[in-house]
């Protein structure tokens, strides 16, 4: 079934997404309930994210075969392969995110994620 949503190409990438989204769903109950933050409809709203997410790949894919194969219009790029790298960099920063927010990371880079991550904070 995948090899029909997917084409070829793009489905190792897919592959990643949802490796990235098991670990960032992973990271963000636990940094959840470290925090006492646990709460069911912020999850499933998360969910619900990952699961449109998905689904915009195998829009974007059908859209990809409809402009090459039935409209005959070479864009120069396979548009879902490109919306799933895109959305590989949103859950590696939000993997980031919850690592941080977690205090994983010490010393130098602590301090470059806080400037990052923390824009709340006056610059000084």
């Known amino acids: 079934m995948l090899m029909y949503l997917f084409d070829d190409n793009g489905l190792h990438i897919v592959r990643w997404y949802l490796i990235m ?7 963000g109950t636990v940094r959840s309930a470290m925090k006492s933050h646990l709460r069911s409809r912020t999850y499933l ?4 994210i990952k699961l449109l997410s998905i689904t915009g790949i195998i829009v974007a894919n059908g859209l990809d075969d409809m402009l ?3 409209m005959k219009i070479n864009v ?9 790298v895109a959305l590989v960099g949103y859950e590696a920063l ?9 205090g994983i990371f010490t010393g130098k880079l ?5 400037k990052f ?5 006056p610059e000084k």
């Open 76 to 84: 120069g790029f396979d548009v879902s392969d490109m919306f799933a």
């Open 117 to 121: 991550f923390d824009d709340s904070k």
């Open 94 to 102: 939000s993997i980031l995110e919850n690592m941080h927010q977690m």
């Open 21 to 27: 989204v098991m670990l960032d769903t992973l990271l």
């Open 68 to 70: 090459v194969n039935y």
């Open 45 to 48: 709203k998360g969910i619900y």
């Open 110 to 114: 602590q301090d470059i994620l806080d």
